[in-house]
């Protein structure tokens, strides 16, 4: 039986803080079966900055997240790289790069909760 083929996926998130700042970046990542194959992908993937190796991080769910302080993600290009395991072929995020007027596109909106009476 031949390994199933992936597709990695490379989104981002920008969080702020209770001033309203962006404060940090989640990178998520998914990796899903390209049909006909079918399962869950296992194993772990590895995020590149500056097309060196950054970080590992195991696979849960098909899904894994990296945070980073936003400054450290600035003007930086990301990939992530699955490398595959069992049925699994590999596969490669498109580059990320992310700049100040992507991250204010990005940021969740600022909540405000108030308490009443």
């Known amino acids: 039986m031949a390994a199933a083929g992936t597709q990695t996926t490379l989104t981002v998130q920008a969080v702020r803080n209770k ?5 940090r970046v989640e990178l998520l990542l ?3 079966v390209v049909s006909p194959g079918h399962g869950l992908p ?16 195991g696979l849960s769910g098909g899904k894994a997240e990296l945070t980073l302080k936003a400054k450290k993600a600035l003007r930086k ?21 992310l700049t100040r007027k992507s991250l204010k596109t990005l940021a969740r909106p600022l909540i405000a909760f108030f308490g009443g009476a």
């Open 42 to 57: 296992t194993g772990a993937v590895t995020y590149f900055r500056k097309g060196l190796p950054f970080r590992t991080v």
């Open 30 to 32: 998914q990796v899903q």
């Open 19 to 23: 001033r309203g700042k962006i404060s």
């Open 77 to 97: 290009p990301f990939t992530v790289r699955y490398d595959g395991e069992g049925n699994f072929n590999a596969s490669t995020s498109s580059t990320v790069v």
